[in-house]
Each structure stands twice: as structure tokens, then as C-alpha cells.
């Protein structure tokens, strides 16, 4: 029998290494199906980041069908999605170094369609009785001006950067051609609204030239949230709307008319801050393939058109996305607490499923394995916030008696967004070393409805703020972990919530912002155009409440922040650019406190090459660990820490 050894927490030795984690992983993304081929986007750190159409043929045989340098990206709205399409075999594509629209054809090299312009294009299907991809076009060609998006019909055999269809608001995306062709189905919204605030759908009708002759609104509106239309095979129009106050499926019928398909006190959309999402597809005119969410847990299920029959579907699947079908299969990407995400396809018959292709090579032993626990735990005002726990697990280590773990909590991005079950290499990096972890769905956090989602309104850097201090003093109190060694990190908005937590509240230690904001008035004047209002409902309008962004802005308040800061930033973000890290990291240099900071040439919003996934993870350990004094069991690139 084997025996445990006796170690602090934080200095066990972990089979999952960074290097394992990067050279293993990839991203999957954007499953199709084209006849009897299958595909889907791989993006992959070890090739600097380059996203990969690959495909899955009839007989099991997988391919890439771009090939380097090609990087199928788009950079609309900066966080991009949509980035390719496909019809039978033929593949239309965003180049990310130029993006230009490309095909490909056979085995032959990829061809341009688009002429080189700073104009960028996402969300593209193919109109085949117009000969034309139509989809969003973001023209940024005039400078000093922002970004124009309207909806437009690019020549399949051409290079024009496309005929305008439909214009005149701030933003445009899911566009869908009926079966029958002769009509059009799309999103819009306009500034302040981000598309889950309020959006509206729209059907146009094609004239003989292609154009649209003629359209009307079907749903939606400044406070409600339309998701996804899709046309079923027989030209009925499904979409997912919030009007209930949750995401639900409906439908428009024939004589017009708009239906809520089920209503559950469960959301079938997601927040869209990529093109190309989808949470169901119709298998046949009678039947949809959904996935749903249920306390921030994916379900699915099968939906009868015709009776509204609703039959859950048993899945061993915790994290459902990117819902596609075909008469008798389904493709998504999924995962589960013990799987990382996959594509997978299930028979709709025997309700089997098949791994097609695995986000990792990593495999993790059950014994170093740690799994969620959903905690709801008391936060401000009388509520409940949601979040899951990751108690630290290594089957070769214990704790000295009466040592409680420390505690990393992980604030998401968005902040429009939500913590996810899937397993994450990531995070049992962190559990199979001693450290537990926090993963909260704060109040703004999407699956729990509208109401919920509205908790963050005017309260962006207060809701979330307390929400991830009460989860930490929750845990302490419950005695799972320990009140001294108290750690917050996050992402971009996340990293905002890391940065307001370490300033305006005394609950943490130690914390790390990962692209993070600093400065709430600087985003809302040099973002993006996507983002360039979203703060109006966060925060407020700006200027008239110029007094609540200072107020809201950890730079303005650093004499407040008295421990350790680690700092990791793209150097070509243009969401949070990289002023925002080191107007922050200067400040605290100045005043004496330790203070790390970790640049990243190549990189913007988010990390995508794999030296810089490890040099970021392991730079965040060294720098916890030299902040509370454990001992690491395996040596990493140390990280210039100044003040310490």
C-alpha cells in the first residue's frame, strides 16, 4: 500500500506541468456538417496561435484544410467567431494577417475573393441561388471614424469587398438564408445595448437583383434579447429569446405569428460575443437538438416541433456549445468535470456518443483529479451567489494536520459571461499543487437568467466585487481553506474585478490581472467599437457620470492597495491596451508595494501562444509562492518581483 507524504500546501509536486498543459491542448471551436463531412476550427498554441479548418470525412480520416500560414480569424468586433463556412467541400474562409475572405477548393491552394482593404468579414453563408456569401462586413477604411457594419453579398468568383444588403445601425450578425432562398433572417441592435441587453430580428425578402425588398421585425427590442434564428428545413424560423426573463426557444409560423416553443426557467442563448455560437440545430423540420443551462449546468434534449414534446437526453456532458445536426447525429463541443471539452457526435437513435476530437493529450488520474462542487453561498442584500469549488487533490501528497489550503478565486471574464464545468487543465494546476479554487458565477454572470444577469446594472466593480469576496470568506468560514492566503485572478474584466477586489475591499492577499482593466474611464474612451458603450450599463453614460468611473477605477486609488500585484498583458491588445497594466504597475513600484509585470510581444486579447500560456501560468505560481513563502516542489522561470 502506498503511503502519502506530508507536505505544505502549494509544495506538492503535480503531474500536470505547464509544459503538458500547452504542448497537449488546443482549442476547438465552430463544428460543421457538410454532407457527410464533419468540421471544425482547431486553434493551436504550439503554431503560435493559428486557428486550423480541419475536417472529419465519411471514413474517419482528418485533415487540415488550411494550410500555414493561413489562419482562419476574424477580427470583427475584435473577439471574431463565424470565422469560416462550408458547401460541399468548397470552403470560404477569414485570413487572419489580412482578412481577406479566401476559398478553397479541392486540394488546390487558397484563392482570395476579397481585395486587400482594411475591411474585415465574420458570420458568412453561402446564398447559392445569388452566387454570394452574405454575411457582416466591418469597414474600417476611414480614419478617425468608427467602424462601419452593415450586411453585404460577396461574389463567390470575384474581388469586391461586397453590395451592401442591409444598413444603417451600429451593429449586424446572424445571418441566415432560408431553404427556399427567398428570404433573410438577421440580428441588430445599436449602441448603448450590447446584443444581450436588447437586439431585434429582422426578415427580409429578396428581390430578383438580390436585394432586399422587403423587410419587417419579427421580435425583439432595446430590453429584449433574440439569440441565434436558424431556419428549419421546411423555412420555419426558430430563435431563442429572453422575454420571459430566460433565454427560451420560439418560433415564428407561417401566418407570422411568434410562439414560445418550451418555457423553462432555464436559458437556451448565451451571451454573444463571438458570431458563430449555437446552443440547438434542427435534426429534421420535426426535430431540434438543444442544449440548455440549469444552474450554470448544460443539459440536453430533444424537442418535438410538432407536439412540443420535450425529452431530456442523458449525457455524461456538463458544458454544452456549438449545437449542430443532421437527419439522425448531432455535433457539438462538449465536456464534462472528467473530460476536457471535445467535439463529439452523438446518434440520435442509440444515444451514443463519440469523441471525434479532444481539446487535450493531457490525461489526468482520478487520484490527482479535482472536481466542482456547485456552492451557493450569502452575498450582499440578502442574495445568493453562485460559484464552484475545486478542494486540492494529489494522491501523493497530504496536508500537515491543521493546515487549510490557500484559496486562488477565479473571477471570469465578460463580464457578460460564466464559469464552466468542463475540466480544465488549468485549474488542476493549480488543485494538484495544494491550492484550492474558487471558480464564481458572480451576480452580471450569464445561466441564471436575466434577472441575474441584470444584478451587475450600474454595479460593475460592486456586485462582483463582493460576490468573490463573500465566496472567499464563505469557504473560510465553512473551514475548507485558509483566511490568511487569500488569492483573487482574472481576465480582462475579470482582471477588473481582481484589481477593484485587492483595492476597495481588505479580503485578499495576493492577487493577478490578466489583461485586466485599471482604469474604467480610459476603456470607455479607447476601446473598441463592440464595447465602446458597454460600460453605459455597467457603470453608466459616459461623460454625465465621469465621477462614478474615477470612483470605479482602481488607479485612482492605489494609496488603497496594500499587497502583492502580478501583471500579464498582450502588447497588440486593442481591447484593454497595454496602458491600462502599466500605468498600474508604475503606481505600485512607486509606492513601495510588491509588484510583478510580464509582458507579451504577439499577443492581444487573451493568450494564444503556448510559451506564453506557460510563461503566464507558472510566472503566477512562482509569484504566490514567493509572496507566501511555500516551497515549489519542481523549479520555474522565476518572475522579477520589485519591492519584494
Same mark, same amino acid.
Given at each position: 500500500?502506498?503511503?502519502?507524504?506530508? #507536505?505544505?500546501?502549494? =509544495?506538492?509536486?503535480?503531474?500536470?506541468?505547464?509544459?503538458?498543459?500547452?504542448?497537449?491542448?488546443?482549442?476547438?471551436?465552430?463544428?460543421?456538417?457538410?454532407?457527410?463531412?464533419?468540421?471544425?476550427?482547431?486553434?493551436?498554441?504550439?503554431?503560435?496561435?493559428?486557428?486550423?479548418?480541419?475536417?472529419?470525412?465519411?471514413?474517419?480520416?482528418?485533415?487540415?484544410?488550411?494550410?500555414?500560414?493561413?489562419?482562419?480569424?476574424?477580427?470583427?468586433?475584435?473577439?471574431?467567431?463565424?470565422?469560416?463556412?462550408?458547401?460541399?467541400?468548397?470552403?470560404?474562409?477569414? *485570413?487572419?494577417?489580412?482578412?481577406?475572405?479566401?476559398?478553397?477548393?479541392?486540394?488546390?491552394?487558397?484563392?482570395?475573393?476579397?481585395?486587400?482593404?482594411?475591411?474585415?468579414?465574420?458570420?458568412?453563408?453561402?446564398?447559392?441561388?445569388?452566387?454570394?456569401?452574405?454575411?457582416?462586413?466591418?469597414?474600417?477604411?476611414?480614419? *478617425?471614424?468608427?467602424?462601419?457594419?452593415?450586411?453585404?453579398?460577396?461574389?463567390?468568383?470575384?474581388?469586391?469587398?461586397?453590395?451592401?444588403?442591409?444598413?444603417?445601425?451600429?451593429?449586424?450578425?446572424?445571418?441566415?438564408?432560408?431553404?427556399?432562398?427567398?428570404?433573410?433572417?438577421?440580428?441588430?441592435?445599436?449602441?448603448?445595448?450590447?446584443?444581450?441587453?436588447?437586439?431585434?430580428?429582422?426578415?427580409?425578402?429578396?428581390?430578383?437583383?438580390?436585394?432586399?425588398?422587403? =423587410?419587417?421585425?419579427?421580435?425583439?427590442?432595446?430590453?429584449?434579447?433574440?439569440?441565434?434564428?436558424?431556419?428549419?428545413?421546411?423555412?420555419?424560423?426558430?430563435?431563442?429569446?429572453?422575454?420571459?426573463?430566460?433565454?427560451?426557444?420560439?418560433?415564428?409560423?407561417?401566418?407570422?405569428?411568434?410562439?414560445?416553443?418550451?418555457?423553462?426557467?432555464?436559458?437556451?442563448?448565451?451571451?454573444?460575443?463571438?458570431?458563430?455560437?449555437?446552443?440547438?440545430?434542427?435534426?429534421?423540420?420535426?426535430?431540434?437538438?438543444?442544449?440548455?443551462?440549469?444552474?450554470?449546468?448544460?443539459?440536453?434534449?430533444?424537442?418535438?416541433?410538432?407536439?412540443?414534446?420535450?425529452?431530456?437526453?442523458?449525457?455524461?456532458?456538463?458544458?454544452?456549445?456549438?449545437?449542430?445536426?443532421?437527419?439522425?447525429?448531432?455535433?457539438?463541443?462538449?465536456?464534462?468535470?472528467?473530460?476536457?471539452?471535445?467535439?463529439?457526435?452523438?446518434?440520435?437513435?442509440?444515444?451514443?456518443?463519440?469523441?471525434?476530437?479532444?481539446?487535450?493529450?493531457?490525461?489526468?488520474?482520478?487520484?490527482?483529479? =479535482?472536481?466542482?462542487?456547485?456552492?451557493?453561498?450569502?452575498?450582499?442584500?440578502?442574495?445568493?451567489?453562485?460559484?464552484?469549488?475545486?478542494?486540492?487533490?494529489?494522491?501523493?501528497?497530504?496536508?500537515?494536520?491543521?493546515?487549510?489550503?490557500?484559496?486562488?478565486?477565479?473571477?471570469?471574464?465578460?463580464?457578460?459571461?460564466?464559469?464552466?464545468?468542463?475540466?480544465?487543465?488549468?485549474?488542476?494546476?493549480?488543485?494538484?499543487?495544494?491550492?484550492?479554487?474558487?471558480?464564481?458565477?458572480?451576480?452580471?454572470?450569464?445561466?441564471?437568467?436575466?434577472?441575474?444577469?441584470?444584478?451587475?446594472?450600474?454595479?460593475?466593480?460592486?456586485?462582483?466585487?463582493?460576490?468573490?469576496? *463573500?465566496?472567499?470568506?464563505?469557504?473560510?468560514?465553512?473551514?475548507?481553506?485558509?483566511?490568511?492566503?487569500?488569492?483573487?485572478?482574472?481576465?480582462?474584466?475579470?482582471?477588473?474585478?481582481?484589481?477593484?477586489?485587492?483595492?476597495?475591499?481588505?479580503?485578499?492577499?495576493?492577487?493577478?490581472?490578466?489583461?485586466?482593466?485599471?482604469?474604467?474611464?480610459?476603456?470607455?474612451?479607447?476601446?473598441?467599437?463592440?464595447?465602446?458603450?458597454?460600460?453605459?450599463?455597467?457603470?453608466?453614460?459616459?461623460?454625465?457620470?465621469?465621477?462614478?468611473?474615477?470612483?470605479?477605477?482602481?488607479?485612482?486609488?492605489?494609496?488603497?492597495? =496594500?499587497?502583492?500585484?502580478?501583471?500579464?498583458?498582450?502588447?497588440?491588445?486593442?481591447?484593454?491596451?497595454?496602458?491600462?497594466?502599466?500605468?498600474?504597475?508604475?503606481?505600485?513600484? #512607486?509606492?513601495?508595494?510588491?509588484?510583478?509585470?510580464?509582458?507579451?510581444?504577439?499577443?492581444?486579447?487573451?493568450?494564444?501562444?503556448?510559451?506564453?500560456?506557460?510563461?503566464?501560468?507558472?510566472?503566477?505560481?512562482?509569484?504566490?509562492?514567493?509572496?507566501?513563502?511555500?516551497?515549489?516542489?519542481?523549479?520555474?522561470?522565476?518572475?522579477?518581483?520589485?519591492?519584494?
Amino acid at each position: 500500500m502506498s503511503h502519502s507524504r506530508i #507536505a505544505p500546501y502549494g =509544495s506538492w509536486k503535480s503531474p500536470i506541468t505547464s509544459d503538458s498543459i500547452v504542448k497537449g491542448s488546443i482549442g476547438l471551436s465552430q463544428p460543421l456538417i457538410d454532407g457527410p463531412d464533419i468540421y471544425w476550427i482547431e486553434m493551436r498554441p504550439t503554431e503560435g496561435g493559428r486557428s486550423v479548418i480541419v475536417r472529419r470525412d465519411a471514413t474517419g480520416v482528418v485533415n487540415d484544410v488550411t494550410p500555414s500560414p493561413f489562419n482562419a480569424r476574424t477580427l470583427v468586433h475584435e473577439y471574431g467567431g463565424g470565422d469560416y463556412t462550408v458547401r460541399d467541400g468548397v470552403v470560404y474562409f477569414s *485570413n487572419f494577417s489580412d482578412q481577406r475572405l479566401y476559398v478553397r477548393r479541392g486540394e488546390a491552394a487558397p484563392e482570395a475573393i476579397t481585395p486587400a482593404a482594411d475591411v474585415r468579414y465574420a458570420d458568412a453563408v453561402i446564398d447559392q441561388a445569388g452566387g454570394r456569401l452574405i454575411c457582416v462586413r466591418e469597414d474600417h477604411t476611414v480614419a *478617425n471614424r468608427e467602424a462601419v457594419n452593415t450586411l453585404v453579398g460577396v461574389k463567390l468568383e470575384g474581388n469586391e469587398t461586397g453590395e451592401v444588403l442591409v444598413s444603417g445601425n451600429d451593429f449586424y450578425s446572424s445571418p441566415r438564408v432560408s431553404p427556399d432562398g427567398s428570404r433573410l433572417a438577421w440580428l441588430t441592435w445599436n449602441h448603448p445595448n450590447m446584443p444581450w441587453d436588447g437586439c431585434e430580428l429582422w426578415v427580409g425578402t429578396f428581390g430578383e437583383d438580390g436585394s432586399i425588398v422587403k =423587410s419587417e421585425r419579427i421580435a425583439g427590442g432595446r430590453e429584449e434579447s433574440i439569440f441565434q434564428p436558424e431556419w428549419s428545413p421546411d423555412s420555419v424560423l426558430y430563435f431563442v429569446s429572453d422575454q420571459s426573463g430566460w433565454w427560451n426557444l420560439h418560433r415564428m409560423n407561417l401566418d407570422g405569428s411568434v410562439e414560445p416553443l418550451r418555457e423553462m426557467q432555464a436559458e437556451f442563448g448565451m451571451p454573444q460575443w463571438g458570431f458563430g455560437m449555437s446552443t440547438y440545430a434542427c435534426e429534421s423540420a420535426e426535430r431540434i437538438v438543444c442544449a440548455y443551462i440549469e444552474n450554470g449546468i448544460s443539459q440536453l434534449a430533444l424537442l418535438d416541433t410538432r407536439t412540443k414534446a420535450f425529452e431530456p437526453i442523458v449525457s455524461p456532458y456538463t458544458d454544452l456549445r456549438f449545437v449542430r445536426a443532421s437527419p439522425g447525429y448531432a455535433v457539438m463541443r462538449a465536456g464534462s468535470p472528467t473530460e476536457a471539452a471535445a467535439i463529439v457526435k452523438l446518434d440520435l437513435e442509440t444515444r451514443a456518443f463519440k469523441v471525434l476530437r479532444r481539446s487535450t493529450t493531457l490525461e489526468i488520474e482520478a487520484a490527482y483529479l =479535482s472536481t466542482p462542487r456547485a456552492v451557493e453561498f450569502p452575498t450582499e442584500d440578502g442574495r445568493t451567489a453562485h460559484g464552484f469549488f475545486y478542494p486540492p487533490r494529489n494522491r501523493d501528497y497530504s496536508a500537515p494536520d491543521g493546515e487549510r489550503p490557500p484559496l486562488l478565486v477565479e473571477s471570469h471574464g465578460g463580464p457578460t459571461a460564466a464559469a464552466a464545468t468542463a475540466l480544465s487543465p488549468g485549474i488542476q494546476y493549480w488543485t494538484s499543487r495544494g491550492i484550492a479554487v474558487l471558480d464564481v458565477n458572480y451576480g452580471g454572470s450569464t445561466g441564471f437568467g436575466r434577472a441575474y444577469r441584470e444584478r451587475l446594472k450600474d454595479k460593475w466593480g460592486m456586485i462582483d466585487v463582493d460576490d468573490c469576496a *463573500n465566496g472567499a470568506r464563505y469557504l473560510v468560514g465553512q473551514g475548507k481553506v485558509d483566511g490568511d492566503r487569500l488569492m483573487i485572478t482574472g481576465g480582462s474584466a475579470g482582471g477588473y474585478t481582481t484589481l477593484c477586489a485587492l483595492t476597495f475591499r481588505d479580503t485578499f492577499n495576493a492577487g493577478a490581472s490578466h489583461y485586466g482593466v485599471s482604469d474604467a474611464e480610459a476603456l470607455a474612451k479607447e476601446t473598441h467599437k463592440f464595447e465602446s458603450r458597454y460600460l453605459d450599463g455597467l457603470i453608466g453614460p459616459y461623460p454625465e457620470k465621469r465621477d462614478v468611473y474615477v470612483a470605479r477605477s482602481p488607479i485612482n486609488f492605489t494609496e488603497r492597495l =496594500s499587497c502583492p500585484v502580478i501583471f500579464f498583458q498582450g502588447l497588440e491588445d486593442k481591447v484593454v491596451p497595454p496602458n491600462q497594466a502599466e500605468t498600474m504597475v508604475e503606481a505600485l513600484r #512607486a509606492k513601495g508595494i510588491p509588484v510583478a509585470y510580464l509582458p507579451f510581444d504577439g499577443e492581444q486579447h487573451g493568450f494564444r501562444q503556448a510559451k506564453n500560456i506557460k510563461r503566464a501560468l507558472d510566472g503566477e505560481l512562482y509569484f504566490y509562492s514567493r509572496v507566501f513563502g511555500f516551497e515549489l516542489a519542481e523549479p520555474v522561470e522565476p518572475v522579477e518581483i520589485d519591492n519584494l
